[in-house]
């Protein structure tokens, strides 16, 4: 799952044998997931005080670190452009991690959401930029695809990155008020509903017919999660409410997490920035559980939505405080 996997400088002898100096080329592209993972729990607590009366200052406060890790990231991923724009270009032609450019304008989208209440007109400009970003990374990813001769291992979770963007148009465009904006998110629902399926079927393919996925990038295993929970509420969006083609959504999607959960959640697999691919995922199952529990009812989905987000936030905190540790210690940059 990282972006920018090191090319061996030899035959036979890998960079990562080679002391590395620290320096902002390091600084990888898809840890913009940890905006991602941290908007997507600050709106899944903000739908938790709407449905279920949840402490509103909790919500607040995530989304206020998530717009501060996002100023963070975004000053720190223009310095390594204005000093090593090879190493962003290289990041970008990657068959693999070019996908994590999506990242970014998940990241947009999401964070117009949060700050909306607050500065409305700074949201409607994130969100028409995050969206624009993620139409062109739609399209920049199919082309790639239609060029043919792609080796099979090549095929990974983070290619959903470009459908799940398109869909993250519809899940934060319902309230923006531009005369256009609700034909931009039919766009997106239509791009999103078409793309992330194939995308889906093509990775599943591979992860059955090929050798397993390598420890180091099976987090992104979750990523298989992402299409039906945001699709749910990209469709729910769409719709104005919660049907039975929604619930199959939801409940495919839950399936998944408990396929998928003891697949990464094992002992042996390192802590790295890739990690943080689960955030989003599991934002989205919790977002998606507690809004099917608000219009269901009962208590048992209401129970499954509290745990849902309880273990989303549990996850969080300790990716949040491993990433500092990281950033602490410098070996983030090398």
Known sequence: ?????????TPGLA??????????????????????????LAIAWRLAHQ?????????????????????????GYLVKLARHPHA??????????????????????????????????????????????AFALAFIAVSRLLKGQLDAPLVMPAW?????????????????PMAWAPEMTLVAGALGAMLAPVLFVMIVSR?????PLAPAVTPSLMMLVAPFEVGFLAYTNLVGGVDRFAAVLFYFGLFL?????????????AFSPAWWGISFPMAALASAALKYAHHAGGAA?????????????????????????????GQLFR
């Open 1 to 9: 799952m990282n972006a920018s996997p090191p090319m061996p400088l």
């Open 15 to 40: 960079a990562s044998a080679v002391p590395v100096a620290a320096s902002i080329r390091h600084l990888p592209v898809n840890l913009f997931a940890s905006v991602m993972g941290l908007s997507g």
């Open 51 to 75: 449905a279920f009366a949840a402490p509103a200052f909790i919500g607040e406060a995530v989304g206020a670190l998530a717009v501060a890790v996002f100023v963070l990231m975004a000053a």
């Open 88 to 133: 962003v270009s290289a990041e970008f032609q990657h068959p693999v991690g070019g996908n994590f450019f999506g990242t970014i304008a998940i990241s947009l989208l999401l964070l117009s959401s949060l700050i909306e209440p607050y500065a409305a007109s700074a949201a409607h400009a994130l969100w028409t930029v995050g969206a624009l970003g």
């Open 160 to 176: 959903l990155l470009s459908g799940v963007a398109t869909l993250d148009i519809a899940v934060t465009g319902r309230d923006m």
């Open 207 to 211: 992860l059955v017919h090929r050798e």
């Open 257 to 269: 997490f408990l396929v998928i959960a003891p697949k990464v959640f094992r002992p042996g697999i």
């Open 301 to 329: 989905l209401q129970g499954l939505a509290m745990v849902l987000l309880a273990i989303l936030s549990g996850a969080l905190a300790v990716l949040f405080l491993r990433t500092v540790r990281l950033v602490a210690s």
